[in-house]
C-alpha cells in the first residue's frame, strides 16, 4: 500500500546540501534549509538528555522507597526533565525544523524574511543551550520548572540565575522565529498564493508564531523580575515584605499557558498535511480548520489561571478561567471531527507518516479529553497537583505533539535529504512507540485519581501504588526503544537510503514541486500559483484521459 | 462531598469515554473502508457548514453542563458551614503543625470526630505547600502570608493520607500524614488527653503580653476599636471601603495596620510584624473569635488588591469511606 | 495582498545593491523589514507589559507607600528627562525626513544631535540612581525608609518594606528601560556610519526609518514610565 516511487537519479544535481562543503558554510548559512537541519541536530541532542532524565525519574519510581537516588537530586531531575523538554526541544521542536524548511518552500518564496536573523535565532538557542548545560551539570535546579516563587526566589540554593538566564536567552530564539514567521507569511507569498490556498500548516504555524511573539516576552521579564530579587534581594515576590507569591504565578502562567499551544499548534499543522495526503483528498472544512488555528492561539491567551484553581485566586475567579477553558477546548475539538471526516470517502494509504497521524488522533483526543476533566472546577480540586496532570499533559505534548513532529519528519524525510527513510522500520517504531506510549501514561490517570502527588520521588507511605509505576515504567523503556529506532535509521538512509524523486507522495504542495532535496533557493523560477490548496483530484487525475475512475 | 466529586467524575468518564469511542471507532472505520483500492479514487468534499455547526454546538453545550456542574461542587467545597469547628494548621518545611480550638497541637496528624464539619484556617511559614486529602477530594494550597480555608466533613471513621500537593524542596515526599477520624466518643478520650486549654485562653494572654489591652479596650473607648464582637462584621476602612473582619483581616492589620487603619482611629497601631510567630497569629485569631459572639459566613471579602484577600476555599462533606 | 506581485517589471530593481537576493523587489524588502519593526515593537509591549502590570498591582495595594516613595524621587529631572526624549523623537523624524528628501548634512546632524540627547538622559538618569543610592533607597541589605510621611495624611507613615517594593520595581523598569536606550545608541551609531558612508537616499533608507520606529518606542515607553513612577499623588 505504500505510495512512494524511487527515481534513481543517475546524476547528482545541485541542492542545498552540495553546493557547498565545509564546516563554515554550515555555521555561517544563512539559508532556512540548512539552518532547519542546525536545529535539528541541536533539538535532537535535547531531546535525549531530557529523556534520560525521565529514564532516571522513571527507574527511582519503580519502587516506593526513595533509593535509586537522593531527595535533591530527583527534585534536580524532574525540574531539568521540565525545563530541557520544554523549553529546549518542544517549544522549538516542529516549528524550527519543519517549519524553518518548509514555510518559505510552501508559500513559493526563496527564503525567510530575514535570513540573518534566523541564523541568529540559532545561536541564540544554542547559547541558551549551552548556558543550561552548564547549569545541569554544575549544580542544575530544583524548583520544578515552574519556579514557584517564593521558594524559588528565597529558598532553594540552587542556579535560579543561570537556569533562567539560558531560558531567557532561548526565549528570545523563539521570539524571533515567530517574527520572521509572521513576516514571511505576510509579505513573501508567491503570486496568485492568497490566503485561503495556504496550507493549513502555514495557517498553524502563523498562529504559532503571534503566540511566541505575544507571550515569550512576558516569561522574558517574570525571569528578570525572579533573577534580580535572588541577586539583588528586592522583594517583588517576597511575602514578608508585602510581596505576593501569586503574583509571579500569573504572570509566569500567562505564558506558559500559550506555551502548550506553540507546542501543539504546529503538530496540528503537519497532521492536517499528512491526512490529506494519505487520504488522496482535501482537507475537510479548510476555513474552520484554519481559524481554529486562529481561535486557539487567541483563546489560549485567556485561560491562564486554571492552573491555579486551588492556589488562593477567587471564586468568581476561577469560575471565569473554567469557563473560558471549555471555549478554548471547542476549536480543538473541532479540528478533530474535521480530520476525521476528511477521511470519510478518501483513498487512504497506511504509510509511516499516516500510522504517526492516526496515532495522533487517537492520543491528542484523550489528552484533550482530560483537559475536560481539569478544567471541571470540582474536578481539578482533586486532581490538581497529581498525576492526572502530569499524564494529561503528556498525552498531549508526547502523544500529540512529538507524534506529530515524527510523522512529519518522516513525511518531509524524502525532501529533506533526498533519501527514502525504510518504511518496514518506520511502521515498526511507530507501533512501538504507540504501545510504549500507552503503557507509560495510561496508568498515571489512574495514580493521579487515586492520589498520588507530583514530584514525590517516595511513595513508601502509598505502596500500594507501586503496581501501576511498574508498568509505567516499562512503558518508558519501550517507549525509549520507539525513539531511538528513528534516529538510527533516518542516519541509515542517509547513507544507504534508496534517493527520492521530486514528489515521492505525490501529494499537494509547492514544496514537492521542486527536486529533493531542493536547490539553495528552492525554485528553478518563481512558481505561480493557480490551484487550491490540496489539490489532489488534479493530482491523481487518471494519465489516460479515457479511463474513468469506478465510483463506489 | 467526595461522592459529588466522584459523581461528575463517572458523568465525565462516561461523556468523554462515548465521545472517545466514537473517535476512535470512524477513525478506524474509515481507515479501513476507504483504504486506497486501484482504480478508486477519493471524493473531493470541501466540508458541510450544517455538520461544522453541529459539532460545535453539541460538545459546547456538553461542556456547559460540565462547567455549571464542576462550578456547583466547587462553590459548595468554598463555603463552609457557619460553625464549623475550626483547626489551624500552619505549614513548614517540612511538616504540618496542627493546632485545634481547644488547644491540642498535633504534628502531621489531624484527629477530628466523624460527623463534625472542620474548617481548616491554614498559613505557611516559609513557601508554598499543598493540603491534599485524597479521601475526601479537597485540596488548597498553603500560602505564606495569608490564610487558605478549606473545610471537610468525614463521615467513616478512619485513617486517610494527607499529603502535601505543592513542591515546596528536598522532603517534599516526606511531608505526609493522617487525618485520623474517630467516633465521638474516641475523639472526646483523644481531646481529653491531649489538651492544653483552648487556643483562644493562649491567644488571651498573647493579647495581654504584646500590650493589645492598652489600646483596645472593652470597657471604655480606647485608641483602637474595641474588639469585642468584631469578628465576622463589616469594618468601614479609612478610604471609605467596607470589608469583614475575618481571619485574614485580623491577621493583616496585626502585621500591617497601615493597610487597614479603621475609620475613625488614629494611626498608631504599631505593626508586628517580625514580632508575633505564625503560631500566635493564630491564637490571637481564635481569641478574637471567642470574644465575638457571631462567626463569619460569607466568603471574604478582598483587601486590598492582591496579596491580602481572605479566601475561604472551605471544604467538601467527604464520603469517608472513599478509596484513597 | 498582493505582496510580491512585481516579478521582473522593474527590470533595472534587481540591479539594486541593497536588494537582498532573497526578495522579489525593494518594495517587497522594505514592507517587510517595516512589519518585521512593528512586530519586534508588539513583543517589546508585552516585555515592559509584565512589569507594568507587577507595579500596577502593587500601586493598587499600596498606595499611600508608593505615593511616599514616588515624592522621594526627583520629578524635575524626569521632567527634564521626558522633555529631552521628546526632543530627541522631534530630531528622529527630521533625521528620517532628510534620508527622504536627499538632505545628508542635515541626516547626519540629527542622528548626532539625537545621540547627543540619548546620552544627556542617560547622564541625568545616573545622577538620580546615584542620588538614590546614597539615600539608601536602592533594595536590599542597606535599604532604609523609616519615617516618610504619607502625602495627604498627616501622621502616617509609610511602611518601608511596601516602599521597597516601590524601589525594585523602580530601578527594574527604569534600568530596562535604560538599556534599551544604550541598545538604541548602538543602532544609530551604526545608522550615523552608515550615513557618512551616504548608504542612504531617497530610495533607500530603511534602515533610518525602522531605528526611528525603535527610537520612538523607547520615548513612548518613558511617557508612561515618568507619570507612574514619579508623579503619584502629587499635587502643585
Known amino acids: 500500500m505504500s505510495m512512494e516511487i524511487a527515481i534513481p537519479q543517475p546524476v547528482e544535481r545541485e541542492n542545498y546540501l552540495n553546493n557547498e562543503y565545509g564546516f563554515w558554510s554550515w555555521l555561517l548559512t544563512t539559508d532556512h534549509k540548512r539552518i532547519a537541519l542546525l536545529y535539528l541536530v541541536s533539538i535532537t541532542f535535547f531531546f535525549f538528555i531530557g529523556g534520560f532524565f525521565a529514564l532516571l525519574i522513571r527507574l527511582e519510581l519503580l519502587t516506593p522507597a526513595g533509593d535509586l537516588v537522593q531527595a535533591d537530586t530527583y527534585n534536580k531531575l524532574f525540574t531539568m526533565h521540565g525545563m530541557v523538554m520544554v523549553f529546549f526541544f518542544l517549544i522549538p521542536s516542529i516549528p524550527a525544523t519543519l517549519g524553518n524548511f518548509l514555510v518559505p518552500m510552501m508559500i513559493g518564496a526563496k527564503d525567510l524574511a530575514f535570513p540573518r536573523i534566523n541564523l541568529l535565532s540559532w545561536y541564540l538557542y544554542i547559547i541558551g543551550g549551552a548556558l543550561m548545560l552548564h547549569c545541569m551539570l554544575t549544580g542544575g535546579v530544583d524548583t520544578g520548572w515552574t519556579f514557584y516563587t517564593p521558594f524559588s526566589t528565597n529558598f532553594t540554593n540552587t542556579k535560579i540565575v543561570e537556569a533562567g538566564i539560558a531560558i531567557f536567552i532561548a526565549g528570545f530564539s523563539s521570539i524571533l522565529t515567530g517574527l520572521n514567521f509572521v513576516v514571511t507569511i505576510h509579505r513573501m507569498r508567491a503570486p496568485g498564493m492568497t490566503w485561503s490556498r495556504l496550507p493549513l500548516f502555514i495557517w498553524a504555524h502563523y498562529a504559532t508564531s503571534i503566540i511566541q511573539l505575544l507571550g515569550t516576552p512576558v516569561i522574558a521579564i517574570t525571569i528578570v523580575l525572579v533573577a534580580a530579587e535572588r541577586a539583588l534581594h528586592l522583594g517583588i515576590f517576597d511575602p514578608k515584605l508585602g510581596g505576593d507569591p501569586l503574583l509571579f504565578q500569573h504572570l509566569f502562567w500567562f505564558y506558559s499557558h500559550p506555551a502548550v499551544y506553540i507546542m501543539i499548534l504546529p503538530s496540528m499543522g503537519v497532521v492536517t498535511e499528512i491526512i490529506a495526503c494519505f487520504s488522496r483528498k482535501r482537507i475537510f472544512g479548510y476555513h474552520f480548520v484554519a481559524f481554529s488555528s486562529i481561535a486557539i492561539a487567541v483563546f489560549g491567551f485567556l485561560v491562564w489561571a486554571h492552573h491555579m484553581f486551588v492556589a488562593g485566586i477567587s471564586v468568581y475567579s476561577a469560575l471565569v478561567f473554567s469557563f473560558l477553558s471549555y471555549a478554548v477546548a471547542l476549536p480543538s475539538a473541532i479540528k478533530v471531527f474535521n480530520w476525521t471526516a476528511t477521511l470519510y470517502k478518501g483513498s487512504i494509504h497506511y504509510d509511516a507518516p499516516m500510522l504517526y497521524a492516526f496515532g495522533f488522533l487517537g492520543l491528542f483526543t484523550i489528552g484533550g479529553l482530560t483537559g475536560l476533566f481539569l478544567a471541571a472546577l470540582g474536578i481539578d480540586v482533586h486532581v490538581t497537583d497529581t498525576y492526572f496532570v502530569v499524564a494529561h499533559f503528556h498525552y498531549i505534548m508526547v502523544g500529540g505533539a512529538v507524534m506529530g513532529y515524527l510523522g512529519g519528519m518522516h513525511f518531509w524525510w524524502p525532501k529533506i535529504s533526498g533519501k527514502l527513510y525504510p518504511e518496514g522500520w518506520a511502521k515498526l517504531a511507530a507501533l512501538i512507540v504507540f504501545i510504549g506510549f500507552n503503557l507509560t501514561f495510561f496508568p498515571q490517570f489512574l495514580l493521579g485519581y487515586m492520589g498520588m502527588p507530583r514530584r514525590y520521588y517516595d511513595y513508601s507511605h502509598m505502596p500500594e501504588f507501586q503496581v501501576l509505576h511498574v508498568l509505567s515504567t516499562a512503558g518508558s523503556t519501550v517507549l525509549g526503544v520507539g525513539y531511538l529506532l528513528p534516529m538510527v535509521y533516518f542516519l541509515w538512509s542517509m547513507r544507504y537510503g534508496r534517493p527520492a524523486s521530486d514528489n515521492p507522495w505525490n501529494a499537494a504542495g509547492l514544496e514537492w514541486k521542486t527536486s529533493s532535496p531542493p536547490p539553495t533557493f528552492n525554485f528553478d523560477k518563481e512558481p505561480v500559483v493557480t490551484w487550491e490548496a490540496y489539490n489532489y483530484d488534479e493530482l491523481d487525475a487518471p494519465v489516460h484521459p479515457q479511463e474513468v475512475p469506478v465510483g463506489r | ?324 | 495582498m498582493a505582496d510580491s506581485t512585481l516579478i521582473g517589471l522593474h527590470h533595472e530593481e534587481e540591479h539594486r545593491p541593497e536588494l537582498l537576493h532573497h526578495f522579489a523587489d525593494v518594495t517587497q524588502q522594505r514592507n517587510a523589514a517595516s512589519l518585521g519593526m512593528w512586530v519586534f515593537l508588539a513583543t517589546e509591549v508585552m516585555f515592559f507589559g509584565g512589569m507594568f502590570c507587577a507595579y500596577l498591582v502593587y500601586r493598587t495595594a499600596y498606595f499611600g507607600d508608593f505615593a511616599a516613595a514616588s515624592k522621594s524621587i526627583d520629578a524635575t529631572l524626569g521632567a527634564t528627562n521626558t522633555g529631552v526624549l521628546i526632543c530627541s523623537s522631534l530630531t528622529v523624524v527630521l533625521a528620517v525626513w532628510a534620508a527622504q528628501t536627499a538632505r545628508r548634512a542635515l541626516l547626519i546632524s540629527m542622528l548626532v544631535v539625537t545621540m547627543l540627547f540619548g546620552l544627556a538622559f542617560l547622564g541625568i538618569k545616573g545622577k538620580e540612581y546615584y542620588d538614590k543610592f546614597e539615600e539608601h533607597h536602592v533594595p536590599g541589605a542597606s535599604f532604609s525608609f523609616d519615617h516618610v510621611p504619607i502625602p495627604g495624611h498627616p501622621g502616617e507613615y509609610a511602611n518601608p518594606r511596601h516602599a521597597e517594593i516601590y524601589f525594585s520595581l523602580y530601578f527594574v523598569m527604569t534600568g530596562l528601560h535604560a538599556l534599551h536606550m544604550i541598545v538604541g545608541l548602538g543602532i544609530f551609531t551604526w545608522l550615523l556610519i552608515m550615513a557618512w558612508k551616504g548608504r542612504f537616499t531617497p530610495e533607500y533608507h530603511t534602515p533610518v526609518e525602522i531605528g526611528g520606529l525603535y527610537w520612538h518606542f523607547v520615548d513612548i515607553i518613558w511617557i508612561y514610565l515618568f507619570p507612574l513612577l514619579y508623579l503619584i499623588d502629587r499635587h502643585p
Open chain 2, 1 to 324: 462531598m467526595a461522592h459529588r466529586v466522584d459523581a461528575l467524575y463517572i458523568f465525565l468518564l462516561v461523556v468523554t469515554g462515548m465521545m472517545a469511542f466514537l473517535v476512535c471507532l470512524l477513525v478506524v472505520v474509515f481507515a479501513a473502508k476507504f483504504r486506497h483500492r486501484p482504480g478508486i479514487r477519493a471524493e473531493q468534499i470541501e466540508g458541510s457548514n450544517a455538520l461544522e455547526i453541529t459539532w460545535s454546538v453539541i460538545p459546547f453545550v456538553i461542556f456547559m453542563a460540565i462547567f455549571v456542574w464542576g462550578a456547583v461542587v466547587y462553590f459548595k467545597e468554598h463555603t463552609p458551614p457557619a460553625d464549623a469547628t475550626d483547626v489551624y494548621v500552619v505549614a513548614k518545611q517540612w511538616m504540618w503543625k496542627i493546632e485545634h480550638a481547644e488547644g491540642q497541637r498535633e504534628i502531621n496528624e489531624l484527629h477530628v470526630p466523624v460527623g463534625r464539619d472542620i474548617r481548616l484556617i491554614m498559613t505557611s511559614q516559609d513557601v508554598i505547600h499543598s493540603f491534599y486529602i485524597p479521601a475526601f477530594r479537597i485540596k488548597q494550597d498553603v500560602l505564606p502570608g495569608r490564610y487558605t480555608v478549606e473545610w471537610f466533613h468525614a463521615t467513616e471513621p478512619g485513617v486517610y493520607h494527607l499529603f502535601c500537593a505543592e513542591y515546596c524542596g528536598t522532603q517534599h515526599s516526606g511531608m505526609v500524614g493522617s487525618v485520623v477520624v474517630e467516633n465521638p466518643a474516641d475523639y472526646e478520650a483523644w481531646a481529653k488527653a491531649n489538651s492544653s486549654g483552648p487556643l483562644s485562653a493562649s491567644g488571651e494572654k498573647v493579647f495581654a503580653e504584646l500590650g493589645c489591652s492598652a489600646c483596645h479596650r472593652s470597657d471604655a473607648p480606647g485608641r483602637g476599636p474595641n474588639l469585642q464582637g468584631v469578628f465576622g462584621k463589616p469594618v468601614q476602612l479609612e478610604d471609605g471601603r467596607i470589608v469583614t473582619a475575618d481571619e485574614n483581616y485580623i491577621r493583616q492589620t496585626i502585621l500591617d495596620p497601615g493597610l487597614t487603619r479603621v475609620k475613625g482611629f488614629q494611626p498608631i497601631m504599631p505593626t508586628f510584624q517580625g514580632l508575633v510567630t505564625d503560631d500566635q497569629l493564630n491564637e490571637l485569631v481564635a481569641y478574637i473569635k471567642s470574644i465575638s459572639t457571631n462567626r463569619p459566613v460569607t466568603p471574604g471579602d478582598k483587601i486590598g488588591a492582591n496579596a491580602a484577600v481572605s479566601q475561604v476555599p472551605g471544604k467538601s462533606q467527604p464520603n469517608g469511606s472513599q478509596v484513597q
